[in-house]
């Protein structure tokens, strides 16, 4: 795991960085999209770099973390509009380029399984972003979750239906109560994961996540099992992190060739 602390916008370059690189090499890459605050300074980035610099996902698919369940077609809270809203209308991504799970469906255990069906079948993600929930959930892998967890049904927590809020006129009896995740085991099958996180608020959930137990009561600290992740935050969300002058002297030192 690498941990950069660097100011935010910093930290969504990197991102993008990242991600160009992949679509450069690999124009067909599957890029896994998270919503939430956390990785719009990087979809904004990337928007820049199609309009600016001829980046291109003209080739690219994504698959999205979660969804709730019941929000209308046209809610703009439903998370299929809302990275239709902050990423796909801004590049370039084919009709049909965008899969989430289907909050709608009929069936949500069937749309749940021909979900990872559609991952597999795409062969799997190349790069995850992912932010993290101040309880320290992935996508809406809540405390408690199944470390070897795949798509599924899942009951929101208090604490992230109240964090959600805002985006619902801060009523959270507006908030649904459902959502389709990714489960953890999903996630970890992604080659590269890449967790934004920035503010104070999030400092414990990263202090957790980087230096805490695995454990299902911290969902994050799944991602000490997986070979390859970056961690980006800034100050705030680093304020609790007991080795932070090491990861700071460790990325100032970092040897350009060795890549993210
Ligand atoms: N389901 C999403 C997560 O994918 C997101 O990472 C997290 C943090 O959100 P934010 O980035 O707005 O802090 O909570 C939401 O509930």
């Given at each position: 795991m690498e941990v950069v602390i660097a100011p935010g916008?910093?930290?969504?370059?990197?991102?993008?960085?990242?991600i160009e690189k992949l679509l450069r090499a690999r124009p067909?890459?599957?890029?896994?999209?998270?919503?939430?605050?956390?990785?719009?300074?990087?979809?904004?980035?990337?928007?820049?770099?199609?309009?600016?610099?001829?980046?291109?996902?003209?080739?690219a698919r994504a698959f999205m973390l979660d969804e709730y369940v019941g929000l209308p077609a046209e809610h703009p809270e439903r998370y299929r509009n809302v990275i239709e809203k902050e990423i796909?209308?801004?590049?370039?991504?084919?009709?049909?380029?965008?899969?989430?799970?289907?909050?709608?469906?009929?069936?949500?255990?069937?749309?749940?399984?021909?979900?990872?069906?559609?991952?597999?079948?795409?062969?799997?993600?190349?790069?995850?972003?992912?932010?993290?929930g101040t309880d320290g959930h992935i996508a809406f892998n809540e405390p408690g979750s199944s470390l070897a967890s795949r798509t599924r049904i899942k009951t929101l927590t208090r604490q992230t239906r109240e964090d959600n809020a805002r985006f619902f006129d801060d009523d959270v009896a507006q908030v649904p109560t459902h959502c389709l995740t990714q489960?953890?085991?999903?996630?970890?099958?992604?080659?590269?994961?890449?967790?934004?996180?920035q503010g104070r608020g999030k400092a414990e959930a990263?202090?957790?996540?980087?230096?805490?137990?695995?454990?299902?009561?911290?969902?994050?600290?799944?991602?000490?099992?997986?070979?390859?992740?970056?961690?980006?935050?800034?100050?705030?969300?680093?304020?609790?992190?007991?080795?932070?002058?090491?990861?700071?002297?460790?990325?100032?030192?970092?040897?350009g060739w060795q890549g993210l």
């Open positions: 916008p910093e930290t969504a370059r990197i991102a993008a960085d990242a067909q890459a599957v890029l896994g999209l998270a919503t939430g605050s956390s990785p719009l300074a990087v979809y904004d980035e990337l928007a820049r770099r199609h309009d600016e610099d001829g980046l291109s996902f003209a080739h796909a209308s801004r590049v370039d991504l084919a009709p049909g380029a965008v899969q989430g799970p289907d909050g709608l469906a009929d069936d949500l255990v069937a749309a749940c399984a021909a979900y990872e069906r559609a991952i597999l079948d795409a062969g799997g993600v190349d790069l995850q972003i992912l932010g993290i489960g953890l085991a999903t996630i970890m099958s992604a080659r590269h994961l890449v967790l934004l996180a990263v202090h957790q996540l980087v230096e805490g137990p695995v454990s299902a009561m911290w969902p994050a600290t799944v991602l000490q099992h997986h070979p390859h992740v970056t961690v980006l935050v800034d100050d705030g969300a680093a304020s609790r992190l007991q080795l932070a002058d090491y990861y700071r002297e460790t990325y100032a030192a970092k040897p």
